[in-house]
């Protein structure tokens, strides 16, 4: 009598998953380099180096000076930038080579960050590892990453220009806001081809907080946003007090609005762009707290539940960050505490959104 080897759908569903395993892997190291990238950004800025490297060489650029006369060479052209001769004025050439190693860094890691997601992706595509739909999202993404790079020398280029000592806080903003988006995408997808933890019920009573998680994560990245606009036009320097502002929970019409036409306040006001900034900054919070709330409710003891609170401490640890850099008018490692720890908050409010997607949906095919 013949006997037929029957596989369990369970044990199918295992080893397709354990296909997706590398990817992950890859996807994950993406995550930490872009992470890392996010702080050295801000190590970047905060040390006024971005502008110390005037032109853009994809290439030859990857490579660092070598020589007295290389060194002297990129010093004249640096000097011939208006940072320099507005801000910068006799600096020494030990002086530049300071900042010239931050923002050159910065550079290589950027391209060290296309490398592997370049190499990465190929080998995806080679091994066949994910399905046709999956491999389209991770060609997107790839472009995302690729506009981030450009919109990198967009915003530099800003900065040359006549009269600016600094990149223009619309660009910085945006590059930044580019950076987020990119993260976001990669850690939903490495969460969203991680195996599924919690049983089908599990599943079912936290279906309710899957628009409350969106809209959070939502906030937080228009956060960071907002939070690019303040570092990009200093406007942390500015009423260094809490909870009130120019004596005021909400200031005058005539400090918020002071500009014309009256949307440019919203970039160029700085009292309004440090408003903005607040103000989100508890609808964070508020919202945060009442997701946890929500999911105590609908879905106690689950692996949601348990998310949603770690989602909420981490943003109420920052912003006690926030609240401590501007009463301590940004000094530098709190300022790059703040920046890094929004990058967690973002990821861990993604890895959750991700979570409630994976646990109501079909597995992903490898």
């Known amino acids: 009598m ?4 029957v596989t369990s759908p369970k044990l199918a569903g295992s080893a397709s998953l354990d296909r997706l395993r590398p990817v992950r892997l890859w996807l994950w190291s993406v995550a930490a380099l872009v992470f890392v990238m996010v702080v050295v950004g801000g190590a970047t800025r905060l040390t006024g180096s971005g502008l110390s490297i005037t032109e853009w060489n994809p290439v030859s650029g990857a490579m660092p000076p070598f020589g007295a006369a290389a060194w002297q060479d990129l010093f004249a052209k640096y ?45 995806v595509l080679l091994s066949r590892r994910v399905d046709r739909r999956t491999g389209i999202i991770l060609l ?4 995302l990453l690729g506009t981030q790079g450009a919109v990198g020398w967009i915003m530099v280029a800003s900065g040359l220009r006549p009269g600016m000592t600094a990149v223009a806080p619309v660009k910085l903003a945006l590059h930044l806001t580019l950076a987020s988006l990119f993260f976001a995408s990669v850690v939903f997808m490495a969460t969203r081809l991680a195996r599924r933890r919690d049983g089908q019920g ?8 899957r628009p409350q998680a969106r809209l959070l994560c939502g906030l937080i990245l228009v956060q960071i946003a907002l939070g690019g606009l303040v570092a990009g036009s200093h406007a942390g320097l500015i009423y260094n007090t809490w909870p009130l502002m120019d004596g005021a929970l909400v200031p005058s019409h005539a400090t918020l609005f ?12 700085t009292a309004l762009v440090q408003f903005n900034h607040r103000i989100v900054a508890y609808l964070v919070f508020a919202m945060a707290l ?12 689950t692996s949601a539940a348990r998310r949603a609170r770690v989602v909420f401490a981490l943003v109420l640890v920052q912003v006690a960050l926030g609240i401590a850099t501007l009463l301590l008018v940004v000094p530098l490692h709190l300022a790059l505490t703040h920046q890094a720890f929004a990058i967690l908050v973002l990821g861990m409010a993604v890895v959750h959104v991700a979570a409630l997607a994976r646990d109501g949906a079909p597995a992903l095919r490898g």
């Open 2 to 5: 013949a006997v037929s080897a």
């Open 79 to 123: 000097q011939e930038s208006p940072q320099y001769e507005l801000l910068n004025q006799g600096m020494s050439l030990a002086s530049f080579k300071f900042i010239f190693w931050w923002e050159w860094g910065h550079r290589q890691l950027g391209r060290f960050i296309g490398l592997v997601y370049l190499v990465g992706f190929v080998a």
């Open 140 to 143: 997107l993404m790839g472009l």
């Open 202 to 209: 599990e599943a079912t009573g936290a279906a309710t907080l």
């Open 258 to 269: 002071f500009n014309q036409p009256w949307f440019e306040n919203f970039v160029d006001n």
């Open 290 to 301: 009442w997701h946890t709330v929500a999911a105590g409710r609908r879905a106690p003891g």
